[in-house]
Every structure is written in C-alpha cells, then in structure tokens.
C-alpha cells in the first residue's frame, strides 16, 4: 500500500512561528553589532581628537597652568630628596648608581606640595636613572642631560607640560614650579 500524499498546507494559513522567531534573532543580533560597531567608531575619534597634538589643544593646556614666576628677593627653595641606589643599564659588567639629589622650587608652597606627589616622582626618577649606562652620565654633559629630564619629569607629574628647548636640545626655561634638579652627591661603581 502507497502511503497518502501529505496534505498540502492551507493556502491561506501562516508560516510556521520557529522561521520568523530565528529571523527576528538573527535582525536583533545585527542590529546589537551595528551599534557596537558605531559606538567604537565614534569613541576612536573622540579619543584621536583628545590626544591629537594640535595648537588648540596646546593652547589649552597652557593656560590651565599658571606660568611660574620666580621672586628674586626670596631666597631660593631646596626640597632635598633621600638619596638613590639604582643598577645601571648593562654595559660591560654590572654598575650602580648612588646618588642624592636636591630639587630648586619657584617657592616653599610648592615645596610643601610636593610631599603628596613624592612617592610618584621618585618612581619615575628611579625609571630613568636605572635605564642610563655609566659611559651616559659618566660626563658632565650627560649628568646635565639627565638633571633636565628628571626636572621635567617631576613637572610633568604636578601636570606642567615640558619646556621649550633651545637649538643645543637644553630647555631654555623651565615650565613648571621645579627650576633645577642638583646633585649632591653621584657615585657609579
């Protein structure tokens, strides 16, 4: 015996419900990652034109910090720091670094606020100093070089943006309330 042909669907009757449910997923989960898509588009571009270099921006910046003015007939402010032992770079052998050093401060306000950010400078004086090789700071020049960039990275953590600089790459002055990074004391063994 044959079996019976399947009855054929009403015409008029309504697709079954699982096709349009997977549909209706598939649509919503598009829809989900178009708008994901969007929202990172446009949060690229607001984080490009946050940290785009450009002079609006600079201008900006400058003007949220007040520019130090040093009062001559004070006499200068020195904040010493407790001394430093760091290993240097590798060169040909094993070498370290002692040394103290003295911060000059536009005023003793400054030399109070420092206090708070101290664990953060000497962090990031610790970074640099044992990422130079001896034959670096060896000679006078380097030790220049290297008090430039410790005074400029202490500014940068009080939020002051880095000086100028002069054809010989030196700052011309400085821009923030630190005015000199002077060392007491600068062992290499």
């Known amino acids: ?17 699982g096709g349009s ?12 990652l178009l708008l994901a898509a ?3 588009v446009v949060m690229l571009l607001l984080s490009k034109n946050k940290h785009s270099g450009d002079e609006a921006a600079a201008d900006h910046h ?3 910090k007040p520019k130090v003015v040093v009062d001559k007939s004070h006499p200068p402010v ?15 052998g094993d070498h ?5 050093m ?25 970074l640099i100093l044992s990422s130079r090789k001896p034959s670096e700071i060896s000679a006078i020049q380097g030790r220049e070089e290297l008090a430039d960039e410790l005074m400029e990275e202490t500014n940068d953590v009080l939020g002051y943006p880095p000086p100028a600089r002069n054809r010989k790459g030196r700052a011309q002055e400085p821009s923030g309330p630190v005015l000199a990074v002077l060392f007491s004391t600068f062992i290499i063994q």
């Open 102 to 126: 003295v911060l000059r401060v536009a005023d003793a306000k400054i030399g109070e606020d420092l206090k708070a950010f101290m664990p953060e400078i000497r962090h990031r004086m610790n």
């Open 1 to 17: 015996m044959a079996k019976a042909p399947a009855k054929p669907e009403a015409e008029g009757a309504p697709a079954p419900k």
């Open 38 to 40: 969007a929202g990172g």
């Open 21 to 32: 449910k997977k549909l209706l997923m598939i649509l919503i989960i598009l829809v989900v």
């Open 96 to 100: 370290f670094l002692q040394t103290s």
């Open 62 to 64: 400058e003007e949220a």
């Open 78 to 92: 020195f904040v010493p720091l407790e001394p430093f032992t760091v290993n240097l770079a590798t060169e040909n």
